[in-house]
């Protein structure tokens, strides 16, 4: 593997993707710093030795380009044992087929019967919290409501909310080792087996009786294709939007003009959404280069992994003037938070659905609010970053009209 060829990898910058310092303080600032300091493609022995890109046109180039920097090995340190996860780790031509398959699940007239049923949910989680004037908003909102919907949109039953939300949350958590993730990973195939074994019996109208029923190249998909495919929505669906929100709602804390702009004109919430997911994007995601190739002037060989952190696309001043500022009065909002190339995310429509009935409800709800820093405002490092605690306070109603 690389390690072995490592004193011939250049330039060398040391950046621990996981545990970096810097970046379990503020992921976002650390980015930052490094694109401002660190070479446009730079190797680190760090997590076993691996490539990262420090550019947007880097990133892009390495996202666009799947004959080269594959996803068959989605992780860093390579784990060639990872149970594979479809369509994320296949590369073309085998990941045609199973996007086709998807697409027509994951499309804007898909999702939006859904609709009706996020906000109520929202107004559900909304209802237990207004009146308190305080909430530790990862726990409290951003954790909850994407778990509802993906039970809802998927198909499982309602009762084992709280049990599926502790285990979302315990897999997710930083601090569990990789016994504890890997019995959590069993315990959630377990259930993705019961419900593909009820549905496989009888089907119901929800997502996974339709993609039981659904065609992969003319053939139905077997159980195991199945069971992969709803660990990646599980993985993919639930962490992503609860730190969309919890990066997003931490900025708002500290922009007041912004809020009222939103307040007085909640039509801007799909430009804030973006806005937001350009200047907060929070995936870094791993790719296997699979031939030799230079990127930036740096000599990449077959064999090595790459890091794309992608909130640089978003930063890169050729694609957004003054990339620091966040601002909803852009004529485009150029990001890469939902990827690029062919692993776009299916889920980003209704990622953008549940963002937007999120913030109405807060705007409308509540409306100003501010952070109260308790010293736990840390972050997860890794592939997908994540706000740990955001303690956030707000007027209760009867102080507003008192
Ligand atoms: C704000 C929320 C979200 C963000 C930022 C996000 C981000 C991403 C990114 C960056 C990728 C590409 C990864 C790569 O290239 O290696 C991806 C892929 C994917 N996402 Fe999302 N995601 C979000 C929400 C969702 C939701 C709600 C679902 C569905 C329940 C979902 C399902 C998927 C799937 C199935 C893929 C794999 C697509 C493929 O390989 O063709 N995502 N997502």
Not at 308 to 320: F, I, S, T
């Amino acid at each position: 593997m690389a390690e072995s060829h490592a004193a011939e990898r250049a330039p060398i910058y040391e950046f621990d993707y996981i545990a970096d310092a810097g970046l379990i303080e503020d992921c976002h600032a650390r980015y930052w710093q490094l694109k401002e300091e660190a070479p446009p493609v730079f190797w680190t022995s760090a997590n076993g030795g691996h490539w990262v890109c420090n550019t947007g046109a880097a990133v892009t180039q390495v996202l666009r380009h799947p004959e080269t920097f594959s996803s068959r090995i989605l992780s860093i340190p390579p784990n060639p044992d990872q149970p594979k996860m479809i369509p994320e780790m296949l590369d073309p031509p085998e990941h045609r087929p199973y996007r086709q398959m998807l697409r027509p699940f994951f499309e804007s007239k898909a999702i939006a019967p859904l609709e009706a049923r996020v906000v109520e949910w929202t107004d559900q989680l909304f209802d237990g919290i207004v009146d308190k004037g305080e909430c530790e908003f990862v726990s409290e909102i951003a954790s909850r409501l994407p778990v509802a919907i993906f039970m809802e949109l998927f198909g499982f039953p309602m009762e084992k909310f709280e049990e599926f939300r502790r285990l979302v949350v315990d897999f997710f958590n930083a601090r569990a080792t990789v016994d504890e993730r890997s019995r959590l990973g069993m315990t959630i195939l377990g259930h993705l087996t019961e419900l593909i074994q009820a549905r496989m019996a009888k089907p119901e109208d929800d997502m996974i009786s339709k993609i039981i029923t659904s065609k992969v190249d003319d053939r139905a998909p077997s159980f195991e294709e199945l069971l992969s495919i709803g660990f990646l929505m599980f993985l993919a669906g639930l962490d992503t939007v609860t730190n969309a929100m919890s990066f997003g709602m931490r900025h708002l804390a500290h922009d007041e003009k912004l809020r009222q702009k939103i307040i007085d004109n909640p039509d801007e919430i799909p430009n804030l959404i973006e806005e937001l997911l350009r200047r907060y994007a929070f995936v870094a995601t791993p790719r296997y280069i699979v031939e030799d190739i230079e990127l930036e002037g740096a000599q990449l060989r077959a064999g090595d992994s790459i890091l794309a952190p992608l909130p640089l696309v978003g930063w890169d001043e050729k694609l957004n003037a003054d990339p620091e500022t966040v601002s909803v009065n852009r004529e485009f909002y150029r990001h890469a938070a939902f990827g690029s190339g062919i692993h776009t995310c299916l889920g980003l429509h209704l990622a953008r659905m549940e963002l937007a009935i999120f913030y109405r409800a807060w705007f409308q709800k509540i409306g100003h609010f501010t952070q109260v820093e308790q010293g736990d405002e840390t972050c997860r490092g890794g592939s997908v970053m994540a706000l740990e605690h955001l303690h956030l306070a707000w007027e209760k109603p009867d102080s507003q009209s008192a």
